[in-house]
């Protein structure tokens, strides 16, 4: 921008503003510059790429000095320190995290068993529930005099008598075995 416009910017708004009555409480002044400079940039002239030959001598690649070295004893440790945190803190969240998800899944795997178990003590109880209307069924059904079936009576009560006990075949003791050895196999 050249120096003329600079100058005609900064006094521009100052000119203005005396000259002009003050203003109201509820309006405000922006400094407007007069004349704003257009900068053209020319266009780069395209120049055509050119392939670079490979260089004969294999370039040497230098190394850079350690930083290791130059560093001080303290801030050596400093660093060795924050690795091998950094790792406990890595190994710490997989260990968390396995064993958050261990015990999800265990109770997860608790639970599903919990409620077969509540089912089956369930059907238990419908079971007995049942075997026990039966039970009862039959035992009316029993008494009803035209079921056709005989109340019991020591009159009609069958006695059994046991057979004779039968002799036992004898058993038959297998050899004893010598022992050639004198000293004890084993405590």
Not at 38 to 59: C, D, G, M, N
Not at 103 to 115: G, M
Not at 132 to 151: D, T, V, Y
Request: proline share 14%; glycine share 2%; hydrophobic share 35%.
């Amino acid at each position: 921008m050249p120096r003329s416009d600079v100058t005609q910017m900064s006094t521009a708004p100052r000119r203005a503003a005396r000259s002009r009555p003050s203003p109201s409480p509820d309006s405000t002044l922006y400094a407007v510059p007069t004349r704003v400079p257009i900068t053209r940039q020319k266009p780069r002239s395209a120049r055509p790429l050119a392939v670079v030959p490979p260089s004969a001598q294999p370039t040497k690649v230098r190394r850079f000095p350690s930083t290791q070295r130059s560093l001080p004893l303290w801030l050596r440790l400093l660093v060795r320190v924050q690795r091998s945190s950094l790792i406990a803190a890595v190994v710490l969240v997989i260990a968390a995290l396995v064993l958050y998800g261990s015990t999800v899944y265990t109770q997860q795997l608790w639970s599903r068993e919990y409620n077969k178990l509540k089912t089956m003590q369930r059907n238990e109880r419908q079971l007995t529930t049942t075997s026990e209307a039966l039970k009862h069924q039959l035992a009316q059904q029993a008494e009803r005099p035209n079921s056709g079936l005989i109340p019991r009576t020591p009159a009609n009560t069958l006695f059994l008598q046991p057979a004779p006990p039968r002799p036992a075949p004898p058993v038959q003791s297998a050899p004893q075995p010598q022992s050639t050895a004198s000293t004890p196999l084993g405590y």
